[in-house]
């Protein structure tokens, strides 16, 4: 591969970034734009936040390499416009001051994930398997206790119980799968509480 | 997630208009204008140093106040500066020579004063006083502040509340050397870095999460 001259292209040791387009030709317009839309021009604002948004999306596109990433940044910068457009001032250029509320979200953005990151770790198979009963064998004496429990319990709450509480479906699933009312569901959930609470002792309080 | 072309239809049919913010200069004088009424309250309320007229005649004293005043004032006008997303983030050094004055006066009063009193020459009688000026200066112009510039949370909430601590520092130590007298200049010329530190360390801790507190919600139903 030869470029016209006939060298080797040269490396060079930059991303392969899109060329951003520069705001200078349109600052005049977004600025007017931005004027109108500060004295409560709907048609203005929206073809401001239009215009603006595909160069947004280049700018953000240089700091992301996630699409869903790069649309989000975007429209938390459209947000952030939206909240701060009176510190606008018309008889200033738009494009920096655009520019800066971009920069700083996504120094924000990149930060927040980094810290994220840094607190979370993904869920991996062995996370899985060792909070499965198999790997838990020493809380299986409170499981048979629990069950023998709820056997005791009156039948409607048994069944609020277990589909609430063991199979952990949501009031409506639950609603569904028995044919009780929600209504009548939470009183007996908490009712099958309060008892088992009594038959197991409470622990939550010394 | 909502669509991007959505999210701009709905920001744009829920816009109210808004009023734009005056220029940066004009909003930090009326907040220097809220700082000198505070402290005009306070010297009615507890009355200045009666020694007041005679310290004004050394310079030192005259010198390390002077330095305090500016430094509240070009650190106010440097934070509304700062606090507007097309400014220039150079503006955060322009507190910086009142700032060298002020500390590097306190520095040599420290110094002198040490000298010529020794160790056991801190006395602390006026602590309470002390603290009631500086809570009294400090808490209504931090939070006027903190509303004033409720909108650079989303830009540079740290520089901000740096330059507006220090602001609120100065301008506290100032009112402290205004009104709290005597021989306990060692512990005032103390008070003075510990009010600068501890605003400044109090605005970079909990700043960020005040600002928040205060900060527009960009919200979407207007």
Known sequence: MTEPNGRPPQLRLVDAAPAVPEPTIRDTDWAILMAHAQDGDRSAYQRLLREITPYLRSLAARRHRDPSDVEDAVQDILLTVHAIRHTFDPTRPFGPWLVTIANRRFIDRLRRARAQADRETPLMPEHETFSEPQANLEERPDKYELEKAIDELPPMQRKAVRLLKLNEMSLKEASTASGMSIASLKVNVHRAVKSLRKILGDRSEP | ???????????????????????????????????????????????????????????????????????????????????????????????????????????????????????????????????????????????????????????????????????????????????????ATLMIIMFNIGTAAMFVGLGSLFGRRMFEWFAPRPDIRG
């Open chain 2, 1 to 183: 997630m909502i669509a991007t072309p959505d999210l701009i239809e709905s920001l744009a049919a829920n816009m109210k208009p808004v009023r734009r913010l005056r220029p940066p200069v004009t909003r930090a004088a009326c907040w220097l204008l809220l700082a000198a009424m505070v402290v005009a309250l306070l010297a009615v309320s507890q009355g200045i140093r009666p020694d007041l007229a005679q310290r004004l005649h050394d310079p030192a004293f005259t010198v390390g106040m002077a330095g305090a005043a500016l430094t509240g004032v070009l650190a106010a006008i440097a934070a509304f500066l700062v606090s507007l997303p097309d400014r220039s983030r150079l503006w955060l050094v322009l507190p910086a020579p009142a700032v060298a004055i002020w500390l590097s006066n306190i520095g040599y009063q420290c110094l002198t004063q040490w000298i010529s009193m020794g160790p056991n020459g801190v006395s602390l009688g006026e602590a309470t006083r002390c603290l009631a000026t500086l809570v009294l200066t400090g808490l209504p112009l931090s939070l006027a502040m903190l509303v004033m510039l409720r909108y650079a949370a989303p830009l540079r909430p740290t520089a901000v509340t740096f330059m507006g601590s220090l602001s609120v520092a100065a301008i506290t130590a100032t009112a402290l050397s205004l009104f709290h007298a005597g021989d």
